[in-house]
């Protein structure tokens, strides 16, 4: 079974300064990552998504993670942020194969509250 | 293309009455999975379905709900005798093939059980 934790529930940040929203996880095998953002009262968007190869992973709306396998980690950053990115991010596991690939394990979220 | 498209949006519903909930996948897909979304939680688990078959259904109640996908049309998540703890946000995926690398969310459907 998988498990994932988000350390911040909420994040308050000014605007164009960086940010960083943490997850980790906790896995008996290899998985697949990826982070999610939820605009209030809306679906979930893909952002990002970690499968194999380079650790340091780019997304849309100049997001990026980084998978630290040795820390059990993927930390999504961005070097400035803007007012449209206030909303929830939620981290997510699933293993690439095997009992339970098609279930995705998410986080509880982080509010990330860009300040004007 | 249009996306992965659920309705209603909201839904409110006495104790005690049924909800149906609907999820019509993306075209082409033919792999459906059901989320819920508690308030200040995370998205669970719920159900994976392919077409007239439910595949995983282990993160279903055991009681009260159930889940199809048939042939034709959405594929469906009733809910019987609703009570105020199923008031959530559930949340419908698709995917082309059972892999959730590739799996488009829903805008979801906001039940409020009164």
Not at chain 1, 10 to 33: D, I, M, T
Not at chain 2, 40 to 52: A, T
Not at chain 2, 83 to 88: F, I, K, T, W
């Amino acid at each position: 079974a998988q498990s994932v934790t988000q350390l911040d529930s909420q994040v308050p940040v000014f605007e164009e300064a960086p940010v960083e929203l943490r997850c980790n996880y906790s896995s008996s095998v290899s998985v697949y990552l990826f982070w999610y953002v939820q605009y209030p009262n809306q679906g979930l968007q893909l952002l990002l998504k970690y499968l194999s190869g380079s650790t340091l992973v780019k997304g849309i709306n100049g997001f990026e993670a980084e998978f630290n396998k040795s820390q059990t980690s993927f930390h999504l950053r961005k070097p400035s942020v803007h007012i449209s990115d206030t909303a929830e991010y939620f981290c997510a596991v699933t293993p690439p194969r095997g009992a339970g690939s098609y279930q995705l394990t998410f986080g509880k979220g982080t509010k990330l509250s860009v300040i004007p | 293309n249009a996306g992965v498209m659920q309705n209603p949006r909201h839904l409110v519903r006495r104790r005690g009455q049924e909800a149906r909930l609907r999820c019509s996948p993306m075209k082409g897909h033919s792999h459906v999975y059901w989320y819920r979304q508690l308030p200040e939680e995370g998205l669970k688990f719920m159900v994976y379905l392919q077409k007239e078959n439910i595949i995983d259904e282990s993160g279903m109640p055991k009681e009260r709900f159930s889940a199809e996908f048939p042939k034709e049309g959405p594929s469906i998540l009733r809910i019987q005798q609703v009570v105020r703890g199923d008031s959530a946000a559930y949340f419908c995926a698709s995917s082309p093939q059972g892999q959730n690398t590739e799996a488009f969310f829903g805008q979801g459907t906001r039940l409020t059980v009164v």
